[in-house]
């Protein structure tokens, strides 16, 4: 059963805009509720004629009513119910960017009645006020921390409703089953006798469709996620090179003395569509050095801390021992991927010796670009990010779990089905799936499952 809709009578309000200084030229403080307008036309000046109407923009100023004095030049957005966000009276004053006035502006209107609206309230109301699915209340979310196009892409497809519509539709069908199944429990003798293996088939067909949906889920979630990829090495081998070629800018000091350098850096990037944090280490060596020092140990953290390793080498000095050895403080499962660099001072006839003797390779050339391309591929081939781009739809963490667990459940029942038990037996675990879809779009879900949803979203939204 779905929660019930918020109580009346509390208008919650929060800046809906981004909140650091000189970030943006408008912030906005949202009100949802049944005083929004109420509030909104006690702190709001409009001069002249101006009529107060739904999705009619007002021009005016914010005013302080307890001494008149202006906050800030501002314009006024009134939404009435229903049509709005949330369903319920809305508000938005849009104030000039920065922190002052806008703060200001959230005090008047918190003062007024107001109540300061908690992480993703706003959604939550739309949730609870039939404006959307769970599936698209998240996908809202998502469209925030997307870091790459791809990534808004897909939050995007999950705003229109592609993976409710999937869901729901997967639902739907095992909800038809049931109502077969249901109706011979009760009335065996006056209906048309059901064709087990039909059933069969169909539970099937809906499983192996969760089935891949759960298994394609990874991709999306390496879209969302992004990977945290190292770049390891001996020193001198072009590890910082490398990091500003993909990062396309001198991101790291490159120098021909080995040691160069000394702290972990991260550069932000994206390739292929897949976000991810490219992380330049100090070459690792035995060394005095005590900062050299200090930069190797961070070196062995990020190895630990990685999704996926460059193990970078001098492709002309050839493969060496102290390469094997570093290959060995990889931890065990980790994508690696051998990288030998500097191919363009590659004497000709000299590519078969030097490399090592296993492992996926490829060979690069730093300073010209050279392979660039192969080890993009390689390396999210590697991380299973290789086709992103043919992905429609993807669930989330909370949504594969429920997606993997109605699998199952649907498994168990076709078990069942197997052992010719009768119909009331096949229906239990096919309840289960049904179930667990409807947590996927918000039609059976706990009033603690939506808090926890919700509470993940930011302040405002
Ligand atoms: N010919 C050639 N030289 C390269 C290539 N990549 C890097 N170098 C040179 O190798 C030297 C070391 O490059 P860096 O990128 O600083 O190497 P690093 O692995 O970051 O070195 P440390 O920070 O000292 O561990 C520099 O002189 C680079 O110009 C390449 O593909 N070809
Ligand atoms: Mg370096």
Redesign the pocket.
């Known amino acids: 059963m779905p929660p019930s809709p918020p109580l009346p009578g509390d208008t919650i309000a929060a800046i809906a805009t981004a909140v650091a200084a000189g970030a943006g030229s408008v912030a906005i403080v949202r009100l949802s509720g049944p005083q929004a307008e109420a509030i909104g036309r006690r702190l709001f000046v409009a001069p002249g004629a101006q009529a107060w109407e739904s999705h009619r923009v007002l021009y005016g100023h914010v005013v302080d009513p307890a001494d008149g004095q202006r906050v800030d030049e501002a314009l006024l957005l009134p939404m009435r119910a229903p049509r709005s966000f949330t369903r319920e009276d809305v508000v938005e004053f849009h104030c000039h960017g920065g922190l002052v006035a806008v703060r200001r502006v959230l005090e008047l209107v918190l003062a007024a009645g107001a109540r300061l609206a908690g992480p993703g309230e706003f959604s939550q109301r739309a949730f609870l006020n039939g404006r959307l699915d769970l599936t698209r209340a998240e996908a809202i979310a998502e469209m925030i921390a997307a870091r790459s196009q791809r990534a808004a892409e897909l939050a995007m497809a999950g705003l229109d409703g592609g993976l409710q519509r999937r869901i729901g539709g997967l639902r739907e069908r095992l909800l038809d089953q049931l109502a077969e199944l249901e109706a011979r429990v009760d009335f065996e003798e006056d209906l048309p006798p059901l064709d087990g293996t039909l059933v069969r088939a169909e539970l099937e067909a809906v499983r192996g469709e969760l089935e891949r949906l759960v298994a394609e889920s990874r991709q999306g979630e390496l879209l969302r996620e992004g990977l945290r990829v190292a770049?390891v090495?001996?020193?001198?081998?072009?590890?910082?090179?490398?990091?500003?070629l993909l990062s396309r800018r001198e991101r790291?000091?490159?120098?021909?003395?080995?040691?160069?350098?000394?702290d972990l850096l991260e550069s932000d990037l994206v390739l292929d569509g897949v976000p991810l944090t490219l992380l330049?280490?100090?070459?690792?060596r035995a060394t005095d050095d005590r900062v050299e020092r200090l930069g190797i140990e961070r070196s062995r953290q990020a190895l630990a801390g990685a999704d996926a390793v460059l193990l970078?080498f001098d492709r002309?000095a050839g493969w060496s021992a102290a390469d094997e050895e570093l290959r060995e403080l990889v931890p065990e499962g980790v994508p690696l991927l051998l990288v030998g660099?500097?191919?363009?001072?590659l004497p000709p006839g000299a590519a078969a010796t030097g490399v090592p003797p296993d492992g996926p390779l490829v060979t690069?050339?730093?300073?010209?670009g050279?392979g660039r391309d192969d080890l993009v591929a390689a390396l999210l081939g590697l991380c299973g990010a290789g086709d992103v781009q043919g992905l429609q739809v993807a669930l989330n963490g909370r949504q594969r779990q429920l997606a993997a667990a109605a699998a199952t459940s649907l498994e168990r029942s076709l078990e069942t089905a197997a052992l010719g038990l009768p119909w009331d037996f096949w229906t239990i675990d096919l309840r289960g799936a049904i179930a667990g879809l409807g947590a996927i779009t918000g039609e059976e879900v706990s009033e603690a499952v939506l808090e926890r949803i919700f509470s993940r979203f930011c302040i405002g939204k």
Not at 233 to 244: E, H, Q
Not at 252 to 262: E, H, Y
Not at 280 to 284: E, L, N, P
């Open positions: 770049i090495g001996r020193p001198n081998v072009g590890k910082s090179s490398l990091l500003n790291a000091i490159v120098t021909d003395l080995p040691g160069t350098t000394r330049d280490t100090a070459g690792i970078l002309v660099n500097k191919s363009d001072a690069i050339s730093a300073l010209t050279a």
